[in-house]
């Protein structure tokens, strides 16, 4: 069976949307390049060995340079989620139905609030340090102290006392009760159907960090160069910017891997295909782009299969404030309505899809992939359709018009008005180009609109900080292995980018997750999620613009690398024919 990592799925739910790595649901040097258009649900790349071989390093490029955080608490992007990926994991995993499965870690509740944890004995850290209960405390207690600058605080909080652990109202968080060295029991705040798959469940080594203070922890080389894992393979070297390195580790808990190492490359989009071509990478996820060129390499397979990720376009309507973890509604220039629909209908989403992905994705209209078992109808929602003229109507219902006659409108009170579109910038030359062109979308409907092109390590903290050059913005989400979006979407969440502020939205996402209200009915859970998907759909806080296929090459000596739609098998797997 196989078995998918926790980080691939968070990544999927909480990566920040440039997706600008080389894989899984949030990667891809583009964003997670997904979508539904495949008919094939699980993808196996065998060879022709019939047993797996042992021995040889696999060349894993990657589009984009990962930023450098190679802890699963403190990463922020998708490239280093990969890297992640492939040297640590989480307690639990998940099959190809997106069920968590035991790993390091088995479970038992009863009442879906008190769970007991039984960790596997002789579980080892990269540095010989046994993995023990006490690395779980630590990496929970690292997240929910004051300190701590990582965004991973909704994976605690519903822990019973994490609030007043962060408060500094208690010295410790009084929901974990350590039994044993192998044994702990976590108490939740309430019952809810999916504590189990909230709750964060990466470890961090206490033998390594101890002495750093939290706040000093993202910084520190036990994160930038030197992170230490329970995963298959163990970092050797960190290049930053460059290259990754690592070797197997041999005393891993599944088994020996069956590669020798994995080394990590930073590759500029251009030199993608001849990379390729000439055996020097083994395997990249692909932007669309790069992708048809590839498929005609004889010595490459291109494999292509279900995403869980989407596109999206953004409008700012409010500032969130960290201590508090509240949303205020201080933003007017987008508040109105009309004004987001018009500029949703003005976009012509079929063809800036097939423009730009050739065929790897379609318009998506709500915020929940439709490869997802909640995901609503599209016949279900408020969509918004390419119709120009619709546009210019509501445009002109909500007072935007043209006074002075220059072609584009002013605002309700005779102002210009100038919509300000903000995009990350990598090393794709593609991205300008695609964000022109929605700006273009804009201008054609009477809108004045400018592009302002951001580099991608500066992107995502101006999003979050709230920068006031951030009015509409382009990014990318993506559902987990439980559905549940209250971390991208309650009204006390940093990463509600949009600072959508409703409380009917937040009453769905709470009862969608009440043992009392839907038990362990999932119908009950689906049709509470469609209510609140099409509550998103009708406001507007985004405009919903593509899903797209993930899109994998694989050199033709790699073997036993499996896909699916919850991300790639075990890569302690993998195998390279010698």
């Known amino acids: 069976m196989k078995k998918k990592s926790l980080l691939l799925m968070l990544a999927m739910l909480l990566i920040l949307s440039a997706f600008l790595a080389a894989c899984s649901s949030d990667n891809a040097a583009e964003p997670a390049e997904n979508g539904n258009d495949t008919e094939d649900t699980d993808t196996d790349t065998e060879g022709t060995s019939g047993e797996a071989q042992a021995g040889g390093t696999l060349t894993y490029g990657f589009e984009t340079a990962p930023e450098g955080l190679f802890n699963p608490a403190f990463y922020g992007i998708a490239t280093d989620a990969e890297v992640l990926s492939l040297f640590d994991e989480a307690l639990f995993t998940y099959d190809e139905n997106l069920q968590p499965e035991p790993g390091i870690a088995s479970w038992e509740t009863e009442d879906n609030k008190v769970f007991t944890f039984t960790f596997q004995e002789g579980v080892m850290w990269h540095d010989g340090v046994e993995l023990t209960v006490n690395d779980w405390v630590f990496a929970l207690e690292t997240i929910a102290n004051p300190d701590y600058d990582g965004s991973r605080y909704a994976n605690v909080q519903t822990i019973e006392g994490a609030e007043a652990f962060r408060n500094g109202e208690a010295d410790t968080i009084a929901g974990l009760n350590v039994i044993d060295d192998y044994t702990i029991e976590i108490t939740f705040d309430q019952a809810r159907v999916n504590n189990l798959v909230n709750v964060w469940s990466y470890p961090m080594s206490r033998a390594q960090f101890e002495g750093i203070p939290v706040a000093e922890m993202s910084a520190s080389e036990q994160v930038r160069t030197k992170p230490v894992g329970l995963g298959p393979f163990k970092v050797e070297n960190v290049i930053p910017g460059e290259a990754v390195e690592m070797v197997k580790f041999e005393d891993y808990w599944r088994g020996e891997p069956k590669l020798d190492g994995i080394n990590i490359r930073v590759l500029d989009s251009s030199t993608i295909v001849g990379a390729l071509g000439q055996g020097d990478i083994d395997m990249v996820y692909l932007a669309p782009v790069n992708a048809p060129e590839v498929e005609e390499l004889d010595n490459v397979e291109v494999v292509r299969y279900p995403g869980l990720s989407y596109y999206y376009i953004g409008f700012k309507l409010g500032t969130f404030n960290n201590e508090t973890k509240e949303i205020t509604e201080d933003k007017d220039k987008y508040a109105d309505l009309n004004l987001r629909k018009a500029m949703a209908h003005a976009i012509d989403r079929q063809a800036w899809v097939d423009a730009f992905f050739f065929g790897y994705g379609k318009p998506i209209d709500g915020p929940v992939p439709s490869n997802h078992w909640i995901a609503a109808d599209s016949a279900d929602l408020e969509t918004y359709d390419y119709d120009p003229e619709r546009a210019k109507e509501l445009l002109e219902e909500a007072g935007y018009v043209d006074v002075d006659g220059d072609g584009f409108v002013e605002d309700p009170n005779g102002e210009p008005f100038v919509a300000k579109f903000s995009h990350y910038a990598t090393g794709n030359p593609t991205f300008e180009t695609r964000a022109q062109a929605i700006v273009q979308y804009w201008q054609e409907v009477g809108i004045n609109a400018e592009l302002e092109m951001t580099e991608v390590n500066l992107y995502y903290e101006m999003i979050e900080k709230d920068d006031p050059a951030m009015e509409t913005f382009f990014g990318g989400w993506g559902t987990g292995a439980d559905p549940d979006p209250t971390a991208l979407w309650g009204s006390d969440q940093l ?34 999620y469609v209510q609140w998907q099409q509550l998103v759909a009708s406001e507007v806080p985004m405009i919903f613009i593509a899903e797209l296929d993930e899109i994998v090459a694989l050199n033709e000596r790699v073997e036993n690398v499996t896909f699916d739609v919850s991300g790639y098998n075990s890569p302690h797997e993998w195998s390279i024919a010698q």
């Open 495 to 528: 990463w509600n980018y949009p600072r959508f502020k409703n409380e009917e939205s937040d009453k769905l996402l709470a009862d969608a997750l009440n043992v009392d209200i839907v038990g362990t009915d999932e119908q009950a859970r689906k049709d509470l």
